[in-house]
C-alpha cells in the first residue's frame, strides 16, 4: 500500500522567513499534488508536477519533485501571515485521479 | 465555472437512518470522486466515476454505502444505517480527463451521526 509522509505536521513561521515541507512517499507515482486548506474550507489545489526534477512556482510556493527519491517539497519564501493554512501533498495511485493523500502540515505564520 | 457544488452543506442524522448527499461537477468535467476526511486528517479516497461508469470502490466502502453517477453529471452518495464512525466531511471531486488535470474539491457535506 502506498504510504505518504509529510514533515513537519506543524509548522509555526516568522514571517519574512524561509521554511520547507517535506513529502516523502513509498511506491513509484508519476503524479504528485500540492493542495491548500483553510480552517473550514475545501481543498484549493497548489501544483500538480508530473515529472522528475519538475519545479513550479507561483508567487512565495515553490514545489519541486524528486521521483528517484520519491520525495516532493514546498518551499515557502518570505512567509506572510495569508499563506497560513494546511497544506497536503497527495500521490496519484493509478493515473486516474485516486489520491494518496499525506496527513498534512499546518503552518502558522506570526509577525 | 461555477466550481463544484455540493448539498447540503451540513447533515445531522440519528444513527441508524439513511442519509444522501449530492454533488454537482463542473459542467465539462468528465471524471467525479468522492472522497472522506476526518479531523486531523487528509482526505481518504472513496470511489470514482468516469462519465456515469463508476471505476472502484475503496475497501472503506462498506455495504452501506452506495454512489451513484446517472447520465455522467451530477452523482449521488448515499449511506445506510449510518454509524457514529461515519461522521465526517464528505468531499466531492471532479476533473478533466487530462494527466495534468488537477481534482477541483467542492466545499464538502459536513456529517454528524448523533
Known amino acids: 500500500e502506498l504510504k505518504v509522509e509529510q514533515n513537519p505536521l506543524f509548522l509555526s513561521m516568522q514571517e519574512g522567513k524561509n521554511y520547507t515541507i517535506y513529502c516523502n512517499y513509498s511506491?513509484?507515482?508519476?503524479?504528485l499534488y500540492w493542495y491548500r486548506q483553510d480552517p473550514g474550507k475545501s481543498l484549493e489545489s497548489l501544483f500538480v508536477l508530473l515529472s522528475n526534477g519538475a519545479v513550479k512556482q507561483e508567487g512565495r510556493l515553490m514545489a519541486s519533485l524528486d521521483t528517484k527519491a520519491r520525495l516532493s517539497t514546498l518551499h515557502i519564501t518570505a512567509a506572510v501571515h495569508d499563506l497560513s493554512a494546511t497544506y497536503f501533498c497527495a500521490v496519484d495511485v493509478d493515473s486516474w485521479g485516486k489520491l494518496q493523500f499525506g496527513a498534512g502540515t499546518q503552518v502558522v505564520v506570526t509577525p | 465555472d461555477t466550481g463544484v457544488s455540493q448539498d447540503p452543506r451540513h447533515k445531522i442524522t440519528k444513527r441508524g437512518q439513511n442519509v444522501t448527499f449530492r454533488c454537482d461537477p463542473i459542467?465539462?468535467?468528465?471524471?467525479l470522486y468522492w472522497y472522506r476526511q476526518t479531523l486531523g486528517q487528509g482526505p481518504e479516497f472513496l470511489t470514482y466515476?468516469?462519465?456515469?461508469?463508476?471505476?472502484?470502490k475503496s475497501r472503506l466502502l462498506s455495504d452501506r454505502f452506495s454512489a451513484e453517477r446517472p447520465k455522467g453529471s451530477f452523482s449521488t452518495l448515499e449511506i445506510q444505517r449510518t454509524e457514529q464512525g461515519d461522521s465526517a466531511m464528505y468531499l466531492c471531486?471532479?476533473?478533466?480527463?487530462?494527466?495534468?488535470?488537477?481534482?477541483?474539491f467542492g466545499n464538502g457535506t459536513r456529517l454528524t451521526v448523533t
Open positions: 459542467s465539462e468535467h468528465n471524471r
Open positions: 471531486a471532479s476533473s478533466l480527463a487530462g494527466y495534468d488535470s488537477p481534482l477541483h
Open positions: 511506491t513509484t507515482s508519476d503524479r
Open positions: 466515476f468516469q462519465n456515469e461508469a463508476q471505476l472502484e
